[in-house]
């Protein structure tokens, strides 16, 4: 007499594939899901002779805070105080030297970013409430119209610089926004948080010990 397997050893031993198929489907649900969509493509706002890692030029626009207030170029060059910045507001050259005379933060953002969305209004708290801390934007990553509609839209009391060649990431190593870069009066970069301010009161305690 032949006799046969039980058949539900064959089913069982498919359970820990399927299991683990399971959890790793479930697993890049979570981990692929972010506040923030990828970087748009650049280049097809670009001049058809500019580097696809180049941003279009900034057009002025009414209604955002302007960057008049800032001192002169006074010829550095050296690190990131030679960085060619363009004011959102109007499109004038800023150079990195000229966020000087003052303890700074400088705050990298983008329309598209998640988080930024949600630290940018902390940002615009802290800038509104006290006058000794100087606030600046970084815009970085994305098209000048985009920062330009969102800031005008939501009333960001601060200026904001365009990165149009993201030399921000390799003088400060900031490679994702939010980033938060505190300088000193000097123009000397004190002390870089990488990540999302989740409070005016987080943002004052950081200003407090290291814009100086």
Do not use: K
């Not at 069982?12 to 493509?41: E, K, Q, W």
């Not at 200026?159 to 926004?177: E, F, I, S």
């Amino acid at each position: 007499m032949r006799l046969q397997r039980p058949r539900h050893r064959r089913h069982a031993s498919r359970r820990p594939v399927l299991v683990l198929a399971s959890l790793v489907v479930i697993g890049f649900a979570v981990t692929g899901c972010t506040d923030s969509r990828p970087a748009p493509d650049l280049g097809a706002t670009a001049s058809a002779s500019a580097s696809a890692s180049t941003l279009a030029s900034v057009s002025p626009t009414q209604g955002l805070p302007g960057c008049g207030a800032l001192p002169r170029d006074d010829g550095r060059r050296t690190g990131w105080l030679g960085i060619e910045f363009q004011c959102l507001a109007d499109g004038s050259v800023v150079r990195g030297n000229q966020v000087r005379g003052r303890p700074t933060v400088a705050v990298v953002w983008a329309s598209w970013c998640g988080p930024c969305r949600r630290e940018l209004p902390h940002v615009s708290e802290f800038a509104r409430s006290q006058s000794r801390v100087r606030v600046v934007g970084i815009g970085w990553r994305d098209d000048p119209r985009a920062l330009q509609e969102y800031a005008r839209r939501n009333g960001l009391a601060f200026p904001t610089l365009v990165d149009r060649r993201a030399d921000v990431a390799a003088a400060w190593n900031v490679q994702t926004q939010p980033a938060a870069v505190f300088i000193s009066a000097a123009g000397e970069v004190t002390y870089v948080q990488r990540g999302e301010l989740t409070s005016v009161a987080e943002l004052t305690r950081l200003a407090e010990r290291y814009a100086r």
